[in-house]
């Protein structure tokens, strides 16, 4: 396939460099009409499975949410290390999210998925889960909302530590006192 050719990655070292030229060209090629083969229509429950790693893939790859992160998926809401996927459908649209799948040409994903590609099916699954998340609708702050309860447990804990072992000292303390004193080692 020409469009392969056009997107294979520069190396440089050992770090392959996806050049813009191939970003600009692999756009031309979409414009112009030189579509990859169509994805049929998936399912976007299957696709969100497949996304967050309840379901495995077939190849062995691993899960998006290990990486990505994308609005609507329940806690932890993916990962931090590549990029925030929702609204990713609107961007390259319905070709480009095929070409997208079909090749996963980036450099953090190619040495990953190069030889774990994903079947036909899983990308319509994961082209139709894409499809469906939005822009406009928020990721998830239940990181936030864990932490605070978190921070409020600790500051619970300390003042019940506080109010429980305020006076713990003063059982040891005051016979000592005591002593000291009756036998003149303390002066008042």
């Not at 440089?12 to 600009?24: H, K, T, V």
Request: aromatic share 8%; proline share 6%.
């Amino acid at each position: 396939m020409m469009i392969k050719v056009l997107i294979t990655p520069i190396r440089f070292g050992n770090i392959p460099i996806l050049s813009a030229l191939s970003l600009l060209l692999i756009n031309t090629a979409l414009q112009a009409g030189e579509s990859t083969e169509a994805i049929q229509h998936g399912s976007a429950a299957s696709g969100e499975a497949l996304f967050v790693g309840r379901v495995p893939f077939r190849n062995g790859g691993p899960g998006c949410a290990s990486c990505h992160s994308i609005a609507g998926i329940p806690f932890p809401n993916g990962g931090r290390l590549g990029p925030d996927l929702t609204g990713a459908y609107e961007k390259f649209g319905s070709e480009g999210t095929d070409f997208v799948l079909q090749t996963l040409f980036f450099p953090t994903m190619a040495p990953i998925f190069d030889a774990r590609p994903l079947t036909t099916e899983e990308q319509s699954d994961l082209k139709a889960f894409l499809a469906q998340t939005r822009p406009g609708t928020s990721v998830q702050v239940t990181t936030l909302i864990i932490f605070s309860l978190a921070f409020l447990g600790y500051v619970a804990l300390l003042v019940l530590s506080w109010a429980l072992w305020r006076h713990r000292l003063l059982a040891v303390r005051k016979p000592l006192v005591q002593k000291s004193m009756s036998t003149g080692g303390l002066q008042s």
